[in-house]
């Protein structure tokens, strides 16, 4: 059974950092590409980052190129997105996906339904 735990969330001011963590238990992690959504209040859940199994391959949304970073570890069965020159309209719920029961190959994925595995999620609040 595969789970999914963020970390990192929290309260800064337009123009920080944060550094979001999802550790993700089983042994599926080195084979499956991970992804991070987010969701705003009253907003559907929105693609952000992702990333392949080998980590030598990203793809971000837009709105966040130039400022955010995804990466992984393998050995230590984790993804770290770090989070900088944060905005306003960065504030939500950030959710780590896994696509644990589907063959990743080595590609990316953008789409919710690309994912079986969630994390419970993790606030993201940036204040003026």
């Known amino acids: 059974q595969v789970q999914l735990v963020e970390s990192g969330g929290g309260l800064v001011q337009a123009g920080g950092s944060l550094r979001l963590s999802c550790a993700a238990s089983g042994r599926t992690f080195s084979s499956a590409a991970m992804g991070w959504f987010r969701q705003a209040p009253g907003k559907e859940r929105e693609f952000v980052a992702t990333?392949?199994?080998?980590?030598?391959?990203?793809y971000y949304a837009d709105f966040v190129k130039g400022r955010f970073t995804l990466s992984r570890d393998n050995a230590e069965n984790t993804v770290i997105l770090q989070m900088n020159s944060l905005k306003l309209e960065d504030t939500a719920v950030y959710y780590c996906?896994?696509?644990?029961?589907?063959?990743?190959?080595?590609?990316?994925?953008?789409?919710?339904?690309?994912?079986?595995?969630w994390g419970q999620g993790t606030q993201v609040t940036v204040s003026s």
């Open positions: 996906a896994q696509r644990a029961g589907y063959y990743s190959g080595n590609f990316l994925y953008t789409r919710p339904n690309d994912y079986d595995v």
């Open positions: 990333i392949n199994r080998n980590g030598d391959s990203t």
